[in-house]
């Protein structure tokens, strides 16, 4: 998601927490986060006005695996829930568990 999307993105939604940006999901890319949507699915992200393309800066119809991370202070990864079906969610109550876990 370019600068300009997660911007807009924040603003529509009302969100008072930073929304971060990747062009090209750099960065999804280096965890292997990344998968391009198949042809058959676009026409129906294009019917409900959403614009991979556009969103993404480019032509490509990638987009990010959703991810949630706890990382230590030492930037080890203590926790991770990642899940193709972005309607399948880390669960917030082992979110916090494995956070509690980092103040032991």
Do not use: C
């Not at 939604?13 to 971060?20: I, M, S």
């Not at 292997?32 to 800066?57: H, Q, S």
């Not at 990010?64 to 230590?72: G, H, K, L, N």
């Amino acid at each position: 998601m370019t600068p300009t999307s997660s911007a807009e993105l924040q603003q529509a939604k009302a969100l008072t927490f930073p929304v971060l940006s990747d062009p090209g999901n750099a960065v999804a890319r280096t965890y292997g986060l990344v998968f391009t949507l198949p042809e058959y699915v676009r026409p129906v992200f294009e019917k409900f006005g959403i614009d991979v393309p556009g969103a993404n800066g480019e032509d490509s119809f990638e987009l990010p695996v959703p991810a949630t991370y706890v990382i230590d202070q030492d930037g080890t990864i203590r926790w991770a829930h990642v899940e193709l079906d972005y309607r399948k969610r880390a669960e917030p109550a082992d979110l916090l568990v494995a956070l509690d876990a980092l103040t032991r």
